[in-house]
């Protein structure tokens, strides 16, 4: 068959125009990227915590599987910058959470163990919130915080598994 090119945008609006609104809803919902079977979107997250209140982008990551190994909650993975402003904690200070802890640099510090590719038997530092919003999901998540940046680019300053 051939087309001429007007009948072609015809052609393609007519097919693409019952998918519209599966588009437009995918494009409201946040972005999406495929990597190794993940499902990944950018959520709006806000935390308070002893009268601070931080606002931020995490990335809903459906790998990432860090949970706390008493309450079995999932745990939001905050970068340095987020601990700075939430909790006045360095990043000196993530990298030593045992030592962070035992000083007792801020009121409910916690550990919580985790595992990376080269990193068995690693450590954050976590704290409740005392408000969270995590979309729209309200409560009082616990936070770890990464001693680094999480985003090279700055798109997001935290990660949060499980379901929204």
């Avoid at 459906?62 to 949970?67: A, F, M």
């Avoid at 798109?155 to 499980?162: C, H, K, M, S």
Wanted: charged letters at 20%; hydrophobic letters at 45%.
């Amino acid at each position: 068959m051939i087309f001429k090119v007007t009948e072609l945008g015809v052609l393609l609006t007519a097919t693409l125009l019952p998918f519209l609104p599966t588009m437009a809803l995918v494009g409201l919902m946040g972005v999406f990227s495929l990597r190794s079977g993940r499902l990944r979107s950018a959520v709006p997250v806000t935390l308070q915590w002893g009268g601070r209140t931080v606002h931020l982008t995490a990335l809903h990551d459906s790998g990432n599987l860090l949970r706390d190994p008493v309450s079995g909650e999932r745990v939001l993975v905050a970068d340095a910058s987020v601990a700075g402003r939430l909790l006045s904690l360095t990043e000196d200070q993530l990298r030593h959470p045992a030592e962070t802890l035992t000083r007792q640099a801020a009121p409910g510090l916690r550990l919580i163990p985790y595992h990376a590719v080269g990193k068995e038997g690693a450590m954050l530092l976590a704290v409740r919130c005392d408000r969270s919003v995590v979309g729209h999901e309200k409560g009082r998540i616990l936070v770890a915080f990464a001693p680094e940046r999480l985003s090279r680019s700055g798109a997001y300053q935290a990660l949060i598994g499980g379901t929204l």
